[in-house]
């Protein structure tokens, strides 16, 4: 068996071109947040418009649904009666010609549905619809 006589090196980990990298790296974010401070810097007066609207249509409608018990939901989210009338109030600054439609339960006291269409008056809302459910006619009797 031959005997080695010479020393294995250690294999080593050239960090090089990592720090070369790195350095780039550093230099790119440097002069780049230099650019974004120049800009910020720029004087200008900005154009002025005489109204501004909303860039989007307003929704078709939003509904209102009183349950049994009293409790109120817009679009299906649980809200208090004077959450009710802030959001309307918002959504009506927003959309003017805003459609609410008020779906109360048969079983609940008119009360609630009262208080719902109070807030819709409340909150500037003019176009304001209520769903009911056509009965239908008993099989043995003539109307």
């Known amino acids: 068996m031959p005997i080695k006589t ?5 294999p080593t980990l050239n960090l090089t071109p990592m720090i070369d990298v790195v350095f780039l790296l550093i230099i790119f974010f440097m002069v780049a947040t230099k650019f974004s401070e120049m800009e910020r810097d720029i004087e200008l007066e900005l154009p002025e418009v005489a109204s501004a609207k909303a860039l989007t249509d307003a929704p078709k409608q939003r ?4 349950r049994k018990d009293g409790q109120l939901a817009l679009d299906q989210e ?3 009666l004077e959450q009710l009338k802030n959001r309307l109030a918002a959504a009506q600054r927003e959309y003017p010609e805003l459609s609410v439609v008020i779906r109360g339960d048969a079983t609940s006291a008119f009360q609630h549905v009262a208080g719902a269409l ?7 809302i003019t176009d304001l619809g209520i769903t009911v459910k056509i009965a239908e006619a008993k099989r043995g009797k003539q109307r």
């Not at 509904?63 to 009183?66: E, H, L, Q």
């Not at 109070?118 to 500037?124: I, L, P, Q, S, V």
């Open 6 to 10: 010479q020393q294995d090196e250690q």
């Open 63 to 66: 509904i209102v649904s009183v």
């Open 78 to 80: 649980e809200v208090s």
């Open 118 to 124: 109070a807030a819709c008056k409340e909150a500037n």
